[in-house]
């Protein structure tokens, strides 16, 4: 009875502490939390849509575009935001090696295969970045990007929304870029039978190296704005990699757009949930509903062929 | 033929001029995953220091270095290997209480003397192994924290985050209990995971409980983190304070001005010595720097003082025939007093320093002050003062 009073009272106390500007702070915060996600698992969820690459080494690749920023920014003073085309080229380009020299040769094994071989090249490239940069944290620190911007008793830093712009941009880009072009549809075409994509003249080695090079651009698109967010380090890019695939599956697999929206709902879950009950519940939510999804609909939220 | 090969090998030991056996000494630290950097900082001292015993006792150490990854399982791997395949006669290193815990478990297994610096959590200690000692505790920390907190500030109000792991839980409860003990109300009080990237949600509750002093028990990512989302929400607080890792050099040049003001605990920092210490401070400061030409954090001057005091454990319990054993080094640590950098060391029945107190210290102009306790302090605190404005 006592207990029971006690926890009532503890309640009590947290609803009275929780305004409800914090609440709106909080889902804003959440929102775009979900719309940074998104860009950080841009890369794999193509990948995995068309190649059923789960491509394991995502977040290194990831962190090697953080890497790049920094240095271009602590070495040339080079805005993070500028810096953004050659971190993704150079992603793509340490993707496209990778493809090359070790998934060609058992790309056509089972899948397991290139899950094994791609957690292989993630470990060898946090221990590469470990030996060539340190394991000290990087943080990407823009001034003017940090700067708060207050409405209504809201803060949001031009960061964040810089952030989710080109998240959000970056999502309807390779959306338009599938739907759209030629090269686009024969990736399509080749994710959904390669043996008509190689009848119809598609070279599906080139559609596949092409877009294993994508996944790795897509990637490299999303480590400045890491390291700007938040910081970059060795040991990130697991971190990163297992976010990503948990949104791929709650996203569904070959939905692109869909990727902002369950980002956004994982992501103001989590805000949520810190909000309401306690931030060491935040990882829980997000494994939770990944198990469910799974459950409930296999697919994913909004799953549907590319 | 045989003689001469009799010779040329009597030639080369004399030619050593080692005044006793080689000593083997175990070394495990993370040099890859999330606590590497700490790690290499570690062995970097733990290399100085036996560089300085073997120019100081002409006695060769054969040091054994391994990797833990960060992980409880490498370290236990590390310490039976040492223990076990490698036979040292002692081990130091270690970081994490997470690590250390089962490390110092096997440690005892195989009855070998073990001399950590980064394991902080009381219930290590607890099991009263007769291998495990170490140079700093939790408690010394926890109450440089509430005491600043209390004594400096005079504060009414403090939210305390802290990351889930053991040793920042640990701290948190006991600071909390101090400060409410000392009157100081805590409202939040609240725990988060390892690898959280949005803090907001939970600063928002500091805000809006009207705290005055935000105190994080992390490390250096919690700290990168909620500082910037502080900054993001203008957090309206009168301090910052963390617990490790918070304020080093490095920390100072990747926050840059968000590190400013900023409060954090230490063992060491450059200039704290005592009187009698200062010497020795400043000639490893010099070794540290022109050998790897970068200032030694407090894990590094953690790692030399560890193999310091074991090396010379080792050495003085061998006696001059270098007789090492681990009974000997055993006893030769527990008969230890000496003053060194870190002040008064010597160990009680379970290992523990006995006089371990933490220094705070306050980042000003991206020096780190050190304003508490007022006996070891070398400036005055700026509070209320938090980077990114605050009250």
New interface residues.
Partial sequence: MENSLKEKNKVHRRKELISTASIIQSILSGMLEGGNYALYCLGLAFVFGIMRIINMAHGEFLVLGGYIAYWLLVKWGLNPLLSLPMAAVIAAGASFLSYRVFLQRIRTTAELNTLILTFGIGIFLSNLYLQLWSADIRNISVDWMEKPLMFAGIYISLGEIITFAISFIGVLALHSFLRHTKMGKAIRITAIDRDAATLVGINVEWVDLLAFSIGGLLAGLGGPLLGMLSFVSPGTGLHITVKAFILTVLAGVGSIPGLIAAGMILGIGEAMTVTFVSSSYRELFGFALFLVILLVRPSGLFGKRI | MIKIWCAVLVGLWLGTGWAAPIIKLGAHAPQ???L??H??EQIKGIRVGVEEFEKKYKIKVDLRVYDDE?DPQKAVAAVEKLAGMDKVNAIVGGYGSNLVGPASEAAERYDTPYLTTGAVDTKLSAKKFKNFFRLNYMPGYASAQSGTIKELFGAKKVGV?YN?LSATTEIAEVVRDQLVKAGIEV??F????K????Y???L??V???GCEVLLVEGY??DY??TI?DA????LPVKAYMGAWGIGTP?FVR?????SEYIYGTSIWEMGTAPKVAKAEEAEFVAIYKAKFKEEPSYISMLGYLSTKYMLEAIAQGGGKSGNYSFEKTRTALRAMDVVGPLGRVTFDEKGDPKYFTAILFQTQKGNQIVVYPKDRAIGTIQYPAVPWGGK
């Fill in positions: 890859t995953g999330s590497a950097k790690g290499m960060s985050l889930s409202p939040v609240e725990k988060f995971e690898g959280t990237t949005n907001k949600p939970i928002l509750k805000r809006d409980a250096f990512t990168v983190g910037k900054k993001i929400l203008n490095d990747e926050l840059g001005p968000m």
